[in-house]
T-cell receptor, first 110, second 115 residues
Framework: GENVEQHPSTLSVQEGDSAVIKCTYS??????FPWYKQELGKRPQLIID?????GEKKDQRIAVTLNKTAKHFSLHITETQPEDSAVYFC?????????FGSGTKLNVKP | DSGVTQTPKHLITATGQRVTLRCSPR?????VYWYQQSLDQGLQFLIQ???????AKGNILERFSAQQFPDLHSELNLSSLELGDSALYFC??????????????FGEGSRLTVL
């Protein structure tokens, strides 16, 4: 996306390991940071989001951390399972900007 | 089921033709977004409408146009089709005006193949 950079583009981990995907953004006015998961052949779905007034949010095995000073936020998946294999997209939308990151293809090997 | 309905699910057409993709947002959602996803590519933002008005424009070609009708459904028109227009076109909806107001709900997509 025009204002969001996402890394890595592909990530392969062993089942049970952790996975971390990082996004950086340029617009300091961004205040909402969602992560979407897209399984093969399916639609993207929101898995977790965070607003700029908090630094971390956790939901079972997934968490998102936000560093507003450095303008980056990360998705953390612990105890990965094969069903976590998918493409993950971040976004850092401002009011008039609607761009997603380029996506990270996560492969969890059993 | 996200509540967002897109038709048709699949469409095969020839170069130079024109097609219309249709999207019905979730009940109560006023914003509609269109995205293009080419094979193994990311989500390219095309355009957004809020309550019938164009709200934001992304990387939408001049050959493409869209509109949102009073009943809030939206149509994406693709004309003078080229091979490179083959892609999965997603529609998404949300309650608020901006993408930062909350979750986008995506439809299942319309897969366009241009031969």
């Amino acid at each position: 996306g025009e204002n969001v950079e996402q890394h890595p583009s592909t990530l392969s981990v062993q089942e049970g390991d952790s996975a971390v995907i990082k996004c950086t953004y340029s617009d300091s006015a961004s205040n909402y940071f969602p992560w979407y998961k897209q399984e093969l052949g399916k639609r993207p779905q929101l898995i977790i989001d965070i607003r700029s007034n908090v630094g971390e949010k956790k939901d079972q095995r997934i968490a998102v951390t936000l560093n507003k000073t450095a303008k980056h936020f990360s998705l953390h998946i612990t105890e990965t399972q094969p069903e976590d294999s998918a493409v993950y997209f971040c976004a850092a939308p401002n009011f008039n900007k609607f761009y997603f990151g380029s996506g990270t293809k996560l492969n969890v090997k059993p | 089921d996200s509540g967002v309905t897109q038709t048709p699910k699949h469409l095969i057409t020839a170069t130079g033709q024109r097609v219309t993709l249709r999207c019905s947002p979730r009940s109560g959602d006023l914003s509609v977004y269109w995205y293009q996803q080419s094979l193994d590519q990311g989500l390219q933002f095309l355009i957004q409408y809020y309550n019938g008005e164009e709200r934001a424009k992304g990387n939408i070609l001049e050959r493409f146009s869209a509109q949102q009708f009073p009943d809030l459904h939206s149509e994406l028109n693709l004309s003078s089709l080229e091979l490179g227009d083959s892609a999965l076109y997603f529609c998404a909806s949300s309650v608020g005006r901006g993408m930062n107001t909350g979750e986008l709900f995506f439809g299942e997509g319309s897969r366009l193949t241009v031969l």
